[in-house]
């Protein structure tokens, strides 16, 4: 998977650039707030549909603009696509694979992958809950199409749920709704669980070997799934996880009408990571949780080439300059096999470590 070339119009800070990339490598320099992640924001919404850094897809139209365009010529299983997406203000986005209208977001991940690597992930062990869901679902999302369709869904009811439980005080005839919501939330709640544990089980794979080899062969990395507790085996049949799903629901139901809170299901799923036996959120130092995220990171990109028989496309964006030169070395003896971006502020000795082209990114500006 590659993205040969790239088109961007009232993107963010890109009055309009069109840029060809090297099938490798491509570093790309420049100071602060002159559109490097901007550039890696446009790849990865080009593979998902989705921007790692707002929800609202108004904030990527570039200031005083109504429009904005995203176009892409990519290469991945032997054929070239072009992927293009037009955002407007006040209007739905419209998305396009070769031309033919996508309806959603899978239309495009079947097309290639990205694994994006910011700074903010090096604190993925110690963060909360939440930031190790986003991190499943993010791959997941683009690994699965159906799995992103079940999480959209799981999703609304979820809303849904939250809005009868919140309102329910002052117009209790609301609550006739919330078995209808509930039964959702248990049916999708389930395919949820059923893909989450199978990339967990994969990652713990593929991370224990990297953390074992980045600490020099002192430290065993493990990585569990939680789930809700009435869930006894996350590996079973989907009419079992739903049944397990709905009784633990039941179990809640009073608890949630008293405090007007959605407390059962799987948007509370957490992922255990070990050291040496050990909670590493709680017990291991700065830099054992910086070379576990490492290790899930990298493990991320060997699951995507397990699935699809090619790496996808890796984004390290400013995450190098974070690291000691031992954990930069092992990350960069990593990455080969596929199409890799890498920014940094300076032209330093990335560009000749790693060969590939270069490209130098000043107020909007790409220059080779």
């Not at 919140?166 to 209808?180: G, I």
Request: aromatic share 8%.
């Amino acid at each position: 998977m590659q993205v040969d070339r790239l088109e961007l119009e009232g993107f963010r800070n890109y009055e309009r650039q069109t840029v060809a990339f090297d099938s490798k490598c491509n570093v790309i320099w420049g100071e602060n707030a002159q559109g490097k992640t901007n550039l890696l924001e446009a790849i990865v919404y080009l593979s998902c549909g989705r921007s790692p850094r707002t929800r609202a897809d108004r904030e990527l139209i570039g200031f005083s603009k109504d429009e904005a365009r995203l176009t892409g010529r990519i290469t991945a299983r032997g054929r070239e696509f072009r992927i293009q997406a037009d955002f407007m203000r006040g209007r739905r986005r419209k998305l396009w694979v070769n031309q033919v209208p996508a309806k959603t977001n899978a239309a495009l991940s079947e097309v290639y992958n990205t694994v994006l690597f910011r700074p903010e992930d090096l604190f993925l062990i110690r963060e909360g809950a939440s930031v190790r869901r986003r991190f499943m679902d993010n791959a997941l999302c683009q690994l699965r199409p159906r799995y992103a369709a079940a999480l959209s869904a799981y999703n609304r009811a979820q809303e849904q749920k939250i809005r009868i439980l919140r309102d329910s005080q002052e117009h209790s005839s609301l609550m006739d709704a919330l078995p209808e919501f509930n039964a959702q939330m248990v049916f999708y709640g389930a395919v949820l669980i059923h893909y989450r544990h199978q990339f967990i089980r994969r990652l713990n794979e593929y991370a224990a070997v990297h953390h074992w080899e980045c600490s020099g062969g002192r430290e065993r990395l493990t990585i569990q799934y939680r789930t809700v507790s009435s869930i006894r085996n996350p590996a079973a049949e989907l009419s079992v996880l739903r049944e397990e799903l709905r009784q633990h629901m039941d179990a809640h139901q009073t608890a949630e009408q008293a405090g007007r809170l959605c407390l059962s299901g799987p948007h509370k799923d957490d992922l255990l990571v070990e050291i040496d036996g050990r909670e590493a959120k709680t017990y291991s130092s700065q830099g054992q949780t910086r070379t576990a995220a490492l290790a899930l990171k990298l493990a991320e990109r060997e699951i995507y080439k397990n699935v699809s028989g090619e790496y996808p496309v890796l984004l390290l964006d400013d995450v190098l300059s974070e690291l000691d030169p031992r954990r930069q070395d092992f990350v960069l003896n990593r990455i080969a096999g596929g199409q890799v971006f890498i920014t940094c502020c300076e032209e330093d000795r990335l560009t000749n470590l790693l060969g590939g082209q270069v490209f130098h990114v000043k107020h909007g500006n790409i220059v080779c």
